[in-house]
């Protein structure tokens, strides 16, 4: 089998690696490929921007969902210290995993994890990856409207075919903000010309991606107008025990 796991200890670097999907670099090549722009975007500020504000808010959202000693696979990287204060959630007794299809992205998830030793950096497409862990907690972080539909649906089902019984699945990323909220309008602009698979979100229902939601309990909550969706999601059987 081929080792693609960067341990964060020992900087291992893989053996081999999937390719870049097609979107990464026709759509996203500025703000995920390219070196330079990356070492650029990499900060809180820009999430903290791109997010209008409401960064910490849907940080937390996440943040509080890890316990000390959770097993927690985070499907794609994320800017700024998100992945670092996940990591330090889940402390020595527990471990973290991200994976990522972008080689610059993986070294800065892999600096930043630096001195972690129950974390590691997996260089894998999150419609694919197999923890071979029983996780606590998988979570996607604004990944889902950066992808294709096709993919956005492999995504979700991978997510929750390696969802424990007692397990969840966390899914925060992008909504259909509410008639009156104004940053509506600003947001179409850039899904025209920047994310064109964002606009998704705004009329289907994450559980619409999945091959079988009806096995699921999902609960959604919307904030800032409706501009984000926060979806916890868990086996139907273990609901009543929450
Ligand atoms: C989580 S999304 C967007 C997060 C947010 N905009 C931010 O502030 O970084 C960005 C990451 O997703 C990664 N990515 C894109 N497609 C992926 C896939 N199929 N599997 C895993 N990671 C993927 C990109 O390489 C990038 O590091």
């Given at each position: 089998m081929i080792d693609t796991t960067f341990d964060c200890a020992r900087e291992r670097a893989p053996a081999s690696a999937p390719p870049l999907p097609e979107y990464m670099t026709e759509v996203y090549e500025w703000a995920y490929v390219r070196p330079r722009w990356v070492k650029f975007l990499d900060r809180n500020i820009v999430v903290k921007t791109l997010l209008f504000g409401n960064d910490e808010r849907l940080i937390r959202a996440y943040?509080?969902?890890?316990?000390?000693?959770?097993?927690?696979?985070?499907?794609?990287h994320v800017y700024g210290d998100l992945v670092r204060r996940a990591a330090e959630c889940c402390g020595?007794?527990?471990?973290?995993?991200?994976?990522?299809?972008t080689p610059i992205q993986l070294q800065h998830a892999r600096q930043k994890?630096?001195?972690?030793?129950?974390?590691?950096?997996?260089?894998?497409?999150?419609?694919?990856?197999?923890?071979?862990?029983?996780?606590?907690l998988v979570c996607s972080f604004f990944l889902l409207h950066e992808v294709p539909d096709s993919l956005k649906r492999k995504i979700v089902d991978n997510m929750l075919k390696q969802l424990p019984e007692d397990g969840e699945a966390l899914f925060i990323?992008?909504?259909?903000?509410?008639?009156?909220?104004?940053?509506r309008y600003i947001l179409k602009w850039v899904n025209r010309f920047l994310e064109p698979f964002a606009e998704a979100l705004w009329h289907s229902e994450i559980s619409t991606f999945a091959s079988h939601p009806e096995r699921f309990e999902w609960r959604k909550?919307?904030?800032?107008?409706?501009?984000?969706?926060?979806?916890?999601?868990?086996?139907?059987?273990?609901?009543?025990?929450?």
């Open positions: 943040l509080e969902r890890i316990k000390p000693g959770m097993k927690v696979w985070q499907v794609a020595p007794m527990g471990r973290f995993m991200l994976s990522d299809v994890l630096q001195g972690m030793a129950w974390a590691s950096v997996q260089h894998a497409d999150a419609a694919h990856y197999s923890t071979n862990v029983s996780c606590d990323d992008y909504h259909r903000p509410a008639w009156w909220q104004p940053v909550r919307t904030v800032f107008g409706g501009v984000y969706q926060i979806v916890q999601v868990r086996h139907k059987t273990t609901t009543a025990a929450q």
